[in-house]
């Protein structure tokens, strides 16, 4: 493809974009594709020739396009929101087009500066002490598994990596039964096993219960292991509960346990000083991590990582054969050893975009707007015969139910996403199947806000009748 043809393609595709995003509206938010069917309509066999732009194009609008399911959509309600936004999807055509490889400061010293000081900017916005250094990672699930590696390593003088677990020693890691399942994974990989994670109960709401917290990693060092990382969540999936942190923090700090905080999904309502409850007693923490690319506007994929002790991250993760000693070492960063992956994409460009583009007091507006937005619809639920709150909902996250029991609640969902104007999931409290609505897209406002309860509240009429 030439420059000019490329010119010529690339205009179109931008057209399509920017119709896109105009008009998402006109599709259905979840893809109503049955299983195989878009495996059905390609080819089975990789063309031998090429094709024409085109005709690659077309098939993309016929048979792509129906099987996706929109999460730009103003009525995505589902999950947690994967934002994007005009300056990421931009900055993101820039990073394409450069196709850097930026795992080290020589590869583009660019990049590299770039993140560092994007990682500041961060810190400073959702008010970190400033002992904590950033490094971007590709996901949150990545970033608990580099704070399980180093616990692990700090814990054995880093002993682990050089000759594996040591015969006898068994570590310990603990979460509340609402963690995230990215906890037991990174567990599993880290070597300890899943049985050696303890799942701790949590309170009415459910929030991690701090003194079941001490007295399991008493229990476990009386029976002669070792303690090793605790995981508290701000913003769990169910349901959001916020772990009481200052609490975890002196139970961690007394025993020695590194303290890794969960806030992917709830970290960016940081942003707004009025929401900084939740972190309070983030000192005691040892790592900190919170997706951009959740409810920050920025596209998939930006996990922002923090951690106190810089030097325990690379020490873990560090290794220099000879194909990559470059000069300067010991006055750059090189990235490649803070994480797991030797190859990084240049991610920092598209947070320094959006950064910019909406500026923090920009992002603090839209992170106010969808809170009240979500505690309106919480309030109406409150307020109905037929339906009722399951749990509290501190921020954009409403978990409700009908009174009619788990089964009406289910067809209902069913019925809901069927009808391809807004899409819901659903999680279990204490047994009780229980549906979520979250207000995190970009463009949501009151009106689909507005049209999500009619259309609850119409369907659930419809099956009660």
Known sequence: MSPEEFRAHAHG???????????????????????GEILAALPLHAPETGEQFGDIFADFTRTILPGMTHWQHPSFFAYFPANSSPPSVLAEMLTA???AQCMSWVTSPAATELEERVMEWLREMIALPPSFTGVIQDTASTATLCAVLSARERSSNFAVNEGGFPPGRRFTAYASTETHSS???????????AAALRKLPVDRNYAMQPEALREAIARDRREGCTPLVAVATLGTTGSTAIDPLKAIGDVCRGSGVWLHVDAAYAGTALLAPEMRWMSEGIEAADSFVFNPHKWMFTNFDCSAYFVRDADALVRTFAILPEYLKTGGAGDVKNYRDWGIQLGRRFRALKLWFVIRHYGVEGLRHHIRRHVALA????????????FELVVPAPLNLVCFAHRAGDDFNRRLLERLNQSGKLYLTHTVLNGRYTLRLCVGQTHTEAEQVRQAWALIQQTAKQFAA
């Not at 505690?375 to 037929?386: I, K, L, M, N, Y």
Request: aromatic share 10%.
């Open 375 to 386: 505690q309106e619809f919480a309030g109406w639920v409150a307020a109905s015969a037929d």
């Open 97 to 99: 087009t450069l196709g």
């Open 13 to 35: 595709l931008v057209d399509w974009m920017a119709d896109y995003m105009a008009s998402v509206e006109r599709y259905p938010v979840k893809s109503p594709s049955a299983p």
């Open 183 to 193: 906890v037991e994974r990174a567990v599993r990989i880290a070597g300890l096993g």
